[in-house]
């Protein structure tokens, strides 16, 4: 068994198994961040797509006097998908829009509770907009409702809803988690 200077053995170094120096070596993402990575990337990747429609769109009208048929279509259909995930990522990121003219003169740990308990009643009610989001969800897929123009079923589309609320309840838990934390540090 042949072994290196740190006196590991050459099948269980991170170096000689990988060939990356040790002090280089990445750690896993935790699931958080990988989420976060996620709900960026799907909204992104929508708001891309919602850009070139509409790009596509404007060009054809205006120089070829062809539009894209079912433009509007699309982007009613990717803004579903865009708003859930993008309000998930605003969350993960603690960049929503909050009234602070009152809260910001309270004391820190006054802060926190007040912090605590929005945090609870968002998670709350959220909850109910995921609920009805997958109420929406199984009644539009058993029922034939299409696109006008296109005619692409709305139920896929309706699915962005529920998960990107239910990852937007995530990071707002994991908030909530780390208020309580500092509200119970000595």
């Not at 205006?62 to 995930?85: D, K, Q, R, S, T």
């Not at 006054?110 to 909850?127: C, E, G």
């Not at 908030?175 to 540090?185: C, F, G, P, Q």
Request: glycine letters at 6%; proline letters at 8%.
């Amino acid at each position: 068994m042949q072994m290196d200077t740190t006196g590991i053995p050459d099948e269980y170094n991170p170096e000689t198994i990988t060939g990356v120096p040790a002090g280089q070596l990445k750690s896993p993402q935790p699931p958080i961040q990988w989420l976060q990575t996620l709900v960026a990337t799907i909204s992104g990747i929508g708001l891309l797509a919602l850009m070139v429609v509409m790009a596509g769109d404007v060009f054809g009208r205006y120089l070829f006097n062809h539009p894209i048929p079912g433009a509007y279509e699309l982007v009613e259909y990717l803004m579903a998908i865009i708003v859930p995930f993008s309000i998930a990522y605003s969350a993960a990121q603690k960049c929503h829009v909050g009234v602070d003219i009152l809260v910001e003169r309270l004391p820190k740990k006054i802060r926190a509770i007040v912090d605590i308990i929005t945090q609870f009643l968002t998670i709350i009610l959220v909850s109910i907009v995921i609920w009805q989001g997958w109420v929406g969800f199984f009644e539009a897929q058993s029922s034939s409702i299409r696109s006008a123009v296109l005619e692409i079923p709305n139920y896929p589309f309706l699915l962005a809803v529920p998960i990107g609320f239910m990852a937007f309840v995530v990071f707002v838990f994991c908030h909530l988690l780390k208020t309580i934390k500092e509200v119970l540090k000595p």
